[in-house]
């Protein structure tokens, strides 16, 4: 098998902050020895989440074994997935901003016709839903749990608790259609093809200012492993709370 080096479009800061992070739980477990240093193991566990290279890629470039590649990403993943915030925590940053974008986006996952719950009738592919939150800048600031990609954005978003906590927060909130019936802080467009004049520039506006929360989305598929997941559907959730506190700790 052909190896060569590659480059991760991330900073040194994201490496040493994962570095410390898996060191410090070596020193708590007690490892004595790893066929890998804790940045090595670090920097295979981003190439996986960032570049989205597979454990049998990894395992030849980093001349390790396949399991080994196996736990040690697992094991990145979920030190990393300890330390994403609640909703309730999270809400704290998220009440200093004048508004937010609250969207949904779906991760295609590698499923059969036969699951049905992951099927989403809106994309035609399967996958798993998770509710986006963005700054009025399109800065990402929270990505929801993830659910089966059958279940309807509105559905996903009472789920979470999301209008729930904006609606205490007392924070306006701008949404697309899928969402309309929220009520609380949530704005959404008019829905219909023969609106009044006002009603199309109200539509206008409110698409100006929504558009921008792409820029979150795209913030979050730049981690191109969200772009196709190959994983257990029950480990997505870490996975995605794992991409969220890196993106964090690099900005």
């Known amino acids: 098998m052909l190896v060569h080096s590659s480059s991760i479009d991330l900073s040194s800061r994201t490496l040493r902050f994962l570095t410390g992070q898996l060191a410090a739980r070596r020193a708590k477990i007690g490892t004595r020895w790893r066929r890998l240093p804790a940045g090595r193991q670090a920097l295979l566990a981003l ?26 990403i697992r094991e990145a993943v979920e030190a990393l997935a300890a ?74 978003a009472r789920h979470h608790g999301i209008i729930d906590a904006l609606t205490a927060a007392g924070l306006k909130c701008w949404a697309d259609k899928a969402y309309q019936g929220a009520d609380g802080p949530v704005r959404v467009p008019f829905r219909g093809r023969r609106l009044k004049g006002w009603k199309r520039r109200h539509n206008t506006s409110h698409a100006k200012i929504r558009c921008v929360g792409e820029r979150a989305m795209a913030t979050l598929k730049d981690w191109r492993l969200l772009r196709k997941l190959r994983c257990s559907t029950n480990r997505i959730t870490d996975v995605v709370k794992a991409v969220l506190v890196l993106h964090h700790a690099s900005t």
């Open 47 to 72: 190439a996986h989440l960032r570049c989205g290279d597979t454990y049998a890629q990894l395992a030849a470039g980093f001349d390790i074994g396949i399991a080994t590649v196996y736990r040690y």
């Open 83 to 156: 330390l994403a915030p609640s909703l309730a925590e999270a809400m704290r940053t998220i009440r200093e901003k004048a508004f937010v974008i609250l969207d949904g986006t779906l991760l295609p996952i590698d499923r059969i016709a036969a699951d049905s719950p992951y099927y989403s009738g809106k994309h035609k592919r399967h996958g798993m839903n998770i509710q986006v939150l963005a700054d009025p800048f399109g800065r990402l600031l929270r990505a929801s749990p993830a659910l089966p990609g059958s279940t309807h954005d509105l559905t996903a």
